[in-house]
């Protein structure tokens, strides 16, 4: 079968090469893609690819082969699934625990734009705890995290402020229910009962500083590949016996092929809008990739295998 791998290239970080065919193991599903969808993280993967290893997490496409355990979706199903690498081809096996079948209302395209960025902002916000009436700082809001993030926030009744230096982005978010948008963090007012960071570097001690006292941080990226440095005393000025927790998606006490139900049940009922910046052949991958990757997508970046 036909397959991206990683070159380490810059300039061209995928090509397309003939690969063997996936064998399932017996608790997965092969999975013929019609679509994938790419995230901004797997463009740095691609800067140092690991060797053997193919990217792509987030598909949509039909089960072609069931799993041979009897779990998961029997005959031919529309899924969308979260495999953790592989992707990126004309088939994959995918974990039956980490399929859901996509119901006619939801498109393949929707479908493929809603694994990675649905399932963080999902789960974060359940990280985060009850949201309504609380005030909430999202920072680095322009991607799909923040897209979703923003909506189920607001929808859930939180009052959230979202930075974003892109003004078409802080509009779209306005439109999904923001309270407010703020081009820097130094700019968010607060004080804020709970503030989700994607940045690192020096927004992570601003967004911080106008956290609440006894207020909770989630930390759950580092968008800006710069180690953040803290003050312990820092802490005396605003935001005393404050909570910093780490969070990692992947790290959760519910299942992948729930949540990911849960995700197309909102979209199915128009509650969720994942969006989709840019549809493309999936042979346009390595121009898609640094275009994300120089942020000339704005919205999720789907890819279709004619």
Same mark, same amino acid.
Do not use: C
């Given at each position: 079968?036909?397959?991206?791998?990683?070159?380490?290239?810059?300039?061209?970080p995928?090509?397309?090469?003939?690969?063997?065919?996936?064998?399932?193991? +017996?608790?997965?599903?092969?999975v013929?893609?019609?679509?994938?969808s790419v995230?901004? @993280?797997? !463009?740095?993967?691609? =800067?140092?690819?690991?060797?053997?290893?193919?990217?792509?997490?987030?598909?949509a496409?039909?089960?072609?082969?069931?799993?041979?355990?009897?779990?998961g +979706?029997s005959?031919?199903?529309?899924?969308?699934?979260?495999?953790?690498a592989? @992707?990126?081809?004309?088939?994959?096996?995918?974990?039956?625990?980490?399929?859901? =079948?996509?119901?006619?209302?939801?498109?393949?395209?929707?479908?493929?734009?809603?694994?990675?960025?649905? /399932?963080?902002?999902?789960r974060?916000?359940?990280?985060?705890?009850?949201?309504?009436?609380?005030?909430?700082?999202?920072? @680095?809001?322009?991607?799909?995290? @923040?897209?979703?993030?923003?909506?189920?926030?607001?929808?859930?009744?939180?009052?959230? !402020? $979202?930075?974003?230096?892109?003004?078409?982005?802080? $509009?779209?978010?306005? =439109? /999904?229910?923001?309270a407010?948008?703020?081009?820097?963090?130094?700019?968010?007012?607060?004080?804020?009962?709970?503030?989700?960071?994607?940045?690192?570097?020096?927004? /992570?001690?601003?967004?911080?500083?106008?956290?609440?006292?006894?207020?909770?941080?989630?930390?759950?990226?580092?968008?800006?590949?710069t180690?953040?440095?803290l003050?312990?005393?820092?802490?005396?000025?605003? +935001?005393?016996?404050?909570?910093?927790?780490?969070?990692?998606?992947?790290?959760?006490? !519910?299942?992948?092929?729930?949540?990911?139900?849960?995700?197309?049940?909102? !979209?199915?009922?128009?509650?969720?809008? +994942? =969006?989709?910046?840019?549809v493309?052949?999936?042979?346009d991958?390595?121009?898609?990739?640094?275009? /994300?990757?120089?942020?000339?997508?704005?919205?999720?970046?789907?890819?279709?295998?004619?």
């Amino acid at each position: 079968m036909k397959a991206f791998v990683p070159t380490g290239d810059p300039a061209e970080p995928v090509v397309l090469a003939d690969v063997d065919e996936p064998t399932p193991r +017996p608790d997965e599903a092969l999975v013929k893609v019609e679509a994938f969808s790419v995230n901004r @993280g797997e !463009t740095f993967k691609l =800067e140092r690819p690991a060797l053997g290893e193919r990217p792509g997490k987030d598909i949509a496409g039909l089960v072609v082969q069931p799993a041979a355990d009897g779990s998961g +979706p029997s005959g031919i199903t529309r899924v969308v699934g979260h495999p953790m690498a592989g @992707g990126w081809a004309e088939y994959v096996a995918v974990p039956t625990g980490a399929l859901a =079948e996509l119901p006619g209302e939801v498109s393949v395209l929707q479908g493929a734009a809603l694994p990675l960025a649905g /399932l963080t902002a999902l789960r974060l916000l359940r990280a985060a705890g009850p949201v309504p009436g609380r005030r909430v700082l999202l920072t @680095g809001a322009s991607g799909g995290v @923040g897209h979703f993030v923003t909506e189920l926030a607001a929808a859930a009744g939180a009052q959230v !402020t $979202a930075v974003t230096r892109d003004a078409d982005r802080g $509009a779209r978010l306005a =439109e /999904l229910g923001a309270a407010e948008i703020v081009h820097d963090v130094a700019d968010a007012r607060g004080p804020y009962d709970i503030v989700l960071e994607s940045t690192g570097g020096q927004a /992570l001690p601003l967004a911080l500083a106008r956290l609440a006292r006894r207020g909770t941080l989630i930390w759950f990226g580092q968008a800006s590949r710069t180690p953040a440095t803290l003050d312990f005393f820092d802490f005396f000025a605003g +935001p005393e016996s404050a909570v910093i927790r780490h969070f990692h998606y992947l790290d959760a006490d !519910t299942r992948l092929d729930d949540d990911l139900a849960a995700l197309v049940r909102l !979209t199915a009922e128009s509650r969720l809008h +994942p =969006e989709i910046g840019r549809v493309a052949d999936w042979t346009d991958t390595a121009t898609t990739l640094t275009d /994300l990757r120089d942020r000339r997508i704005r919205g999720k970046a789907v890819l279709t295998l004619s």
